[in-house]
């Protein structure tokens, strides 16, 4: 299939869904510049497209290119309110740069009735990881705040913090729980 949507690209350089559909296979086989660079010639080919803006969103995505990735998703969302997959992108996003409230509020879909089963599921599984993350994280917290916090329960929290985008929080945890005594 690589080959022959390779061919395809190669003999169609002026279709846009042919390019897209390139961006597509090759981010799958991970040659993410690759995809990058057949992204950015479907946008060249269509600029107004939401559909391969959200697409360029999750290739940057892929790269933890944080601002690159929430910056297209953003512009794919002005472009039609209602595309699934840049919610799902700028909430991965957000997720990741310990903005969970904002995570959850942008997998809020305005008009449910217009996306598709799969666009559904997509969301409403987002929004129940990024819950179940905050949820998670409000226990930890709550465990850790006591003077008789074990460096085990320091070290969950500063796991989850990790995971959120929280680096110099889980940090200064993971130096509090060394302080404490040593983890078994």
């Given at each position: 299939?690589?080959?022959d949507i390779?061919?395809a690209?190669r003999?169609?350089?002026?279709?846009?869904?042919?390019q897209?559909?390139?961006?597509?296979?090759?981010?799958i086989n991970?040659?993410?510049n690759q995809?990058l660079?057949?992204?950015?010639?479907?946008r060249?080919?269509e600029?107004d497209?939401?559909?391969?803006?959200?697409?360029?969103a999750?290739i940057y995505?892929g790269?933890?290119?944080?601002?690159e990735?929430?910056?297209?998703a953003?512009?794919?969302?002005?472009?039609?309110p209602?595309n699934?997959?840049?919610r799902?992108?700028?909430a991965?996003?957000?997720?990741r740069?310990a903005?969970l409230?904002?995570?959850?509020?942008v997998?809020d879909?305005?008009d449910?009735?217009?996306?598709?089963?799969?666009e559904?599921?997509?969301l409403t599984?987002a929004?129940s990881?990024w819950?179940?993350r905050?949820q998670?994280l409000?226990?930890?917290?709550k465990?850790?705040?006591?003077d008789?916090?074990?460096?085990a329960?320091?070290?969950a929290?500063?796991e989850?913090?990790?995971?959120?985008?929280q680096?110099?929080?889980s940090?200064?945890l993971?130096?509090?729980?060394?302080?404490?005594g040593?983890?078994?």
């Amino acid at each position: 299939a690589m080959d022959d949507i390779r061919e395809a690209a190669r003999l169609r350089p002026d279709d846009a869904e042919v390019q897209l559909g390139f961006s597509r296979i090759l981010l799958i086989n991970s040659l993410t510049n690759q995809a990058l660079t057949a992204a950015r010639k479907a946008r060249e080919l269509e600029p107004d497209s939401a559909r391969v803006v959200a697409h360029i969103a999750e290739i940057y995505l892929g790269l933890r290119a944080w601002v690159e990735s929430e910056e297209m998703a953003r512009l794919a969302l002005e472009r039609d309110p209602h595309n699934a997959r840049a919610r799902w992108i700028l909430a991965e996003v957000y997720g990741r740069t310990a903005r969970l409230d904002e995570a959850l509020a942008v997998l809020d879909t305005p008009d449910l009735d217009r996306l598709r089963l799969k666009e559904r599921e997509l969301l409403t599984e987002a929004t129940s990881r990024w819950t179940t993350r905050r949820q998670t994280l409000a226990n930890l917290e709550k465990e850790a705040q006591g003077d008789e916090a074990s460096p085990a329960d320091l070290l969950a929290l500063a796991e989850a913090l990790v995971q959120s985008g929280q680096r110099e929080q889980s940090l200064a945890l993971v130096e509090r729980a060394l302080a404490e005594g040593s983890v078994a």
